[in-house]
């Protein structure tokens, strides 16, 4: 345990493993290949985690020849180890020839050669995965990519032929615990968490090896659970090795989408847009132990009797804080509007942080049982600079619903909406995140804006169009970048944002534009999102206004896509859409453009379902499209809801608005199997009293 004693082993080979023991009084080592230093590796376990001959480290890949592995004590600890202890039991060498030895200090018979070591990337259909799933698409990961969850029950199986296998992974402080089966059997609980200063990618978290020969499978699941000291419960899955190159033939995988599922439908409201502007919040409450739908609001607003916005607000979950991204400008200004779905009142309190991560224009205000406030943040009570460039937090003694509104005045003084995502800051991801629709030239371009949902600065890249930009987030802080839209004919694609090791994703919007004779006409927000193989939308067709769809296809190989229409009565259209998404692309088309959907009904009003395989991996948005009055094409974005997110008691929409040349559409709808259509709509004025928008 003391600082710097090290042991060293020379081998010829092209990759060694050292084969050591993780236990609650386990340290920290450096590890040393050919005298360079090549990872700090913190062992430590959880005490009912502790693992004998593990394998603590390896290295492949090497070229043929004499090398030097080295592991020396650093007489570190993680801040949930009791102590420093570093442990070798043995090496293992693979050889030139693929086969794998443990030195030994006296000459041996050479052993009997085995089959090479083979590696199954976590893009191999010998993997299946069940359960929610994100994925990570740093180049630190082997293969350049790798899946995590942190929901409890999440799977990824591999089956294999041979006598041993290793499960590849991540460790940092945002690691969770995982349950490993063998052949069905519970065989440990691992602890990946490791300290911020020892982050580590391809690292073996768990082998198993003297199985009998023959077919095997091993699952790692998630448990949605973590250590004292860790700060989330991600459990990542980037590779397995086993020996020999053969996987069983059933573990093969076909890239043929799922039969239809049934839709239980959904419901629309209307409000009818007479008098004077009138503002609230709605909500629909199923009670202790029920389940609300999923849902959406439209916002539109008219003018001198012209549409000239609209924007969706997705329905959310009461949370007690969150963090929202904040421009100010000469045309350009941000709303905050706070819904308090209780029977008591709530005093939140809230602060400014500009780019620099410096905090300011602290308050608080109290918000009736019920009741709503929605404001410009240069307004009475936030008071924030003008202009300004950063963040808001906000946090609260009870949990409340909030959403951002952006607002750009035009140089027609036409008032364009834009929503803006709450980032949660209670669930904090090491994933990469998408933006399955980005669109630059002819006209359009696009800002995104990232903010950072940690005290802590955050780095990473954003990449979109074939090129890669780094990011440093300041802590509670944003960052910006917009593309160049020097270009006289469009472009579209999708566009994703990776973390560096150790670090969490920003939660991001791509807020896309378009202009004509430098007038901008429309404008809408992409949030930043994670993958899924199975999601819902809400879909409508009626006179000029059609439902389009952006899917970004985030795998290693071509994805098939499909697309079934049922009506918010809960029956199915005879059409079924389909789609091919080369590897990493992205399609972006309207509903009756799609191969299938030709002749969807006009009008329609319903759920559009769309599926991939099991090993698929997409990221979808909806897009609200609609050609105005005076001949201007309006576009906004809507949200398509993941079949595997959580369902909940409680759905709030804190921003509704009727009358003064608006108009909201209440959307619920089935956006999980487990979900029901529609729920009980209450609507709550400002100061919690009930109100009426004339739904229709």
Known sequence: MDAGSRATVTFNGTGVTWIGYRDAWSGIA??????VLKSTVDTYAAPDATQTQAKVYSVTGLASGSHKLSIEVTGKKGTSSQGVWVWVDAFDVTSGTGSTTTPSPTPTPTPAPTASSSRAEETSPAISWSGKWSQNNSSSNSGSSAKLSQTNGSRASFTFIGTDVTWIGHKDQWSGIARVYIDGAL????????????????????????LASGTHTIVVEATGTKGNSARAAWVWVDAFDYPGGSLPSSSASTNVVSAPVAVSGGQTLTSNGAGQMLVGSAGIDAGSGGKAPSGLAILEYRQNGVLVSETGVPASVPASKGRIFVEIGTDVNTGFAVANPNDTAAKVSFFFTDQSGTNSAAGSLTIPAR???AKFLDEAPFSFPRPALGTLTFTSDVPVSAIALRGLVNKRSEFLMTTLPVADLDELSTATTFFPLVSDGGGWSTQFALVNPSDDRITGTISYFG?????SIAPRSSYTVTTANNIAQITVGPAQV???LGNVAPVGVGIFSFKITGITVSQAGVPSMSIGNAFRMYAEVAGSSRTGIAIQNTGATTANVRLELSRLDGTRLSLAGSLEIPAFGQRSLFLNEIQGLESIPNPFQGIVRISTTNQGTISVVGLQGRTNERGDFLITTTPAIDENAATHSQIVFPQAVNGGGYRTQFVSFSGTPAEPASGDLRLFSQTGGSLSFGLQ
């Open 498 to 500: 990776t973390p560096d």
């Open 467 to 471: 090129q890669t930009t780094a990011y």
């Open 187 to 210: 065989k440990t609980t691992i602890d990946t968490f490791a300290a911020s200063t020892g982050a580590q990618a391809q690292v073996g978290l768990y082998s198993a090896t003297g």
């Open 30 to 35: 450096n590890v040393y290949v050919d005298d």
């Open 371 to 373: 009741g709503q406030i």
